[in-house]
């Protein structure tokens, strides 16, 4: 039977650095846009036997990846093989869809003693993950809910809303229910939710190269949230897919059955809102930033100015939790008028006033000059509040709140379209201005309706 889930993206609305010390929290909003995977039985021609998974992303020209899978000896999991000449030739290895596809087919045989059949599996992703500069109109048909981007995967430009977290939380989620007994791992509960995030978060981590913060996995799962990121030991231990009883470690890491607990990730869901009235949005620049050489900078300058950084980053932690604190005030107060938003907007001015002296100190550019400009002729239109430079900033998206209302996202529109950047050295470091389609989302991980991707399948 075919199952479906997705999952949301995500912005780092504040705590971009901070995040990654868990001294410190992010403010997480989980975004509406979302990664879709699509699992069913992988249907052959009578008295045909396969034994290989195919995963196939057809918003994108020759995107599939065909995997044969075996069991390893010492219970060191299930590897997953690309299998040579039955893959599109002209796509690259996608990591993240192999490593997910590892490590669940790895619980997955913890579970249950069935040979793991053939599936047929299918990756989706809402417009607004990629950008679409570069692609002509004629080659982007939407069908459904889902457009065509006429373009090979890896030539695709992101916005940086967290595809690979959403792609890699929804893809283990799917699985898990396509080959798991029923009531297994069920995914609107808090048991399921935590399994698959555990899981989610270890695949992600190997597939980066790194344990990260993992806040972007959280939002996959949970939605909007205020997130304090768990120990690195947590993963630490696992060891590679394939070494002997990495299953086991792998089991244990994921049900987390030990007491006191492993995993001692805090995700707030209820101390975050957003008023009615206002509205998150995102504007791609076309762009991007290398974050990890960002994050690597700001971490040298705070080791070499460690009193300083921590007064800096002690207020700035004090900012990111007056942000959330208003914004919970507001959707709890009822009180949204234009006038009521004014402190909300001094907070943020303060926040960015924060980030700049960081940048300023550790020779990044966490809000660069030219994404001050842009941020500051926004928040002069009527009904804008404010913006930031989410995540570890840079040359990226920009994060607006704004007031609910088709005028003011109008406008909005409008201002980024036609938005000229003024200072030659800084056209190069930005491309096209979209305000993208998307809002915050609070509901993280869901099931999906299978008819919804009929017309691609």
Known sequence: MAIAVSAPGKVLLAGGYLVVDRDYTGLVFGLDARMHVHVDELHTSSGVSLSEIIVRSPQFRAAEWRYGYR???DNGGVEV??????????????????????YALTYISCHTSSNIKPASITIFADSDYYSRQGVSSSSTTH???????GVPLHKAHKTGLGSSAALVTAFVAAVLLHYLPVDTVVINTDAGKARVHNLAQAAHCTAQGKIGSGFDVAAAVYGSCIYRRFSPAVLEH?????????????????????????WDT????????????????MCDVDCGSETPGMVKKVFAWRKGNPEEAALLWATLQKGN????????????????????YENLR?????????????SEKAGVPIEPKVQTEIIDACSELPGVVGGLVPGAGGFDAIAMLIEDSPETVDDLSRLLDDYKVTEEGQKAMIGKLRLLDV???MVGIKAEDVNLYNKWI
């Open 439 to 441: 809002k915050q989302e």
């Open 346 to 358: 001094d907070i943020i001015l303060t926040i960015r006033s924060l980030v700049r002296e960081m």
């Open 143 to 149: 069908v459904n809910r889902f457009i065509d981007f």
């Open 81 to 102: 093989l690309q299998l040579a000449g039955h893959s599109s030739p002209t796509q690259p290895r996608n990591r993240f869809v192999e490593t997910a596809l590892a």
């Open 321 to 340: 939790e007056d942000l959330a604190s208003e914004l919970r005030s507001l959707a709890t107060g009822g009180n949204t008028s234009a006038a009521s």
């Open 71 to 73: 069991f390893t000896e």
């Open 266 to 281: 805090q995700i707030k869901q209820s101390e975050i809102d957003i008023p009615k009235g206002l509205r998150l949005v």
């Open 238 to 262: 696992l060891g590679e897919l394939g070494s002997a009883g990495f299953a086991n470690r792998l089991l244990m890491t994921v049900n987390d059955n030990s007491a006191p607990k492993l």
